[in-house]
């Protein structure tokens, strides 16, 4: 299991290149989704970007993993 946060930042990638690869409309919802599960702004991605994310990262990040808590 890896969160999209941890992901990119193996991959070094900004926010803003990370949204333009998911085709996200700004850097700042992707933000939201790598945020933590108990951040009170964090959104979970819609269908067709958990695809995106699951097809970019090769399936290492996975719907189940914005629903899971990492402690």
């Known amino acids: 299991m ?3 946060e941890q992901w990119r930042v193996r ?3 900004s926010y ?3 949204a333009k690869l998911l085709g996200a409309s700004h850097a700042s919802v992707v933000s939201r989704w790598c945020r933590n599960i108990d951040d ?3 959104m979970i991605p819609k269908p067709p970007y ?3 994310i699951y097809r970019l990262t090769d399936g290492s990040v996975q719907p189940n993993d914005f629903y899971l808590r990492r402690d």
């Open 50 to 52: 958990m695809e995106a």
């Open 40 to 42: 009170k702004d964090r």
């Open 2 to 4: 890896m969160t999209l």
């Open 16 to 18: 803003g290149k990370l």
């Open 11 to 13: 991959k070094k990638l």
